[in-house]
């Protein structure tokens, strides 16, 4: 069943401060230390839950919000758009690379449907590389309009391969977008093993690197050993609640003492545990000023 509240927690002005003080520098862009990733937000009910969950990690300090045209077929990026609107000092990431099938803007009912028989027949909703540049750039306006935005902090390529695109056709338009400020910044959101491809290329990741990690595998290790630091990391939660371990506010702790000078994402569905991320962030940053 899935646990439901349409009630918010508002932070006090202490809360508030601390918050403030430990945004993150990525690049040009500055992000708050937590990052609400919107990959499940196709998932978490209708429209009013997920309007809810958006304002509840933004009250608890998770200003920046990470998206994608993958991520529900476009919904999340309406959806986020729609809450946006009231929010112009919010920040956002979103992609380009990885797309669903059919497109991004699809009723909500079709998409249910695709995903629905992509269980069993999985062309229907298994997502499509295309790594094209104008198709790319269509992309970014697509983005854009849902998310009724003139410009975004973050623009990430979503699961490149070094060497299967044209990284200086691709960087020049990048900067060129950077210049006019529709962007803040640009990088790579990768899997490891195509980090991996990135640092064996000898030219390294394009800009911002985000990369799964854990408390555990440790799998964004390689970028320390050639010298590069942790920028966006994501997977600690759900790597602690597989290894048996269910304290998330413990979890997280270690995941941004882990990564402390950059920005970690989270997602989920349900409202609880949006607030229990919440507590992590106010306890971890209380620690940095103690």
């Not at 690379?97 to 995903?115: H, M, N, T, W």
């Not at 529709?182 to 093993?193: L, T, W």
């Not at 990135?198 to 964004?220: C, K, Y």
């Not at 010298?227 to 941004?256: E, H, N, W």
Request: glycine content about 10%; overall charge positive.
């Amino acid at each position: 069943m899935m646990r439901t509240s349409f009630q918010t927690t508002h932070r006090s002005n202490d809360e508030m401060a601390i918050g403030t003080r430990n945004r993150i520098r990525m690049g040009d862009a500055l992000i708050s230390r937590l990052i609400f990733g919107t990959a499940q937000l196709f998932r978490a009910g209708l429209s009013p839950h997920r309007q809810v969950l958006l304002e509840t990690a933004y009250e608890q300090g998770m200003t920046h919000f990470d998206t994608a045209p993958l991520y529900g077929a476009g919904v999340s990026e309406r959806e986020l758009g729609r809450f946006l609107a009231s929010k112009p000092e919010a920040t956002v990431t979103t992609k380009v690379g990885l797309y669903f099938p059919g497109g991004a803007d699809q009723i909500e009912a079709l998409i249910a449907l695709r995903k629905g028989l992509g269980r069993r027949f999985r062309p229907l909703s298994r997502s499509i590389e295309n790594m094209d540049l104008e198709h790319a750039k269509r992309s970014f306006e697509g983005s854009l309009r849902r998310l009724r935005r003139e410009r975004v902090e973050l623009l990430m390529l979503h699961e490149p391969i070094a060497g299967q695109f044209e990284r200086d056709d691709w960087q020049s338009w990048l900067e060129a977008e950077k210049s006019s400020g529709r962007i803040g910044d640009y990088g790579i959101a990768v899997a490891p093993e195509r980090l991996e491809t990135f640092l064996a290329s000898g030219e390294g990741p394009l800009g911002i690197t985000q990369v799964h990690d854990s408390l555990d595998g440790r799998e964004a290790e390689p970028l320390l050993s050639h010298g590069l630091p942790l920028q966006i990391t994501f997977g600690y939660i759900g790597s602690a609640v597989k290894a048996g371990r269910t304290d998330v506010v413990d979890s997280l702790c270690r995941a941004m003492q882990r990564n402390r000078d950059g920005a970690i994402v989270v997602s989920t569905r349900h409202v609880d545990r949006v607030l229990t991320m919440g507590r992590a962030l106010r306890r971890f940053e209380t620690s940095l000023i103690d």
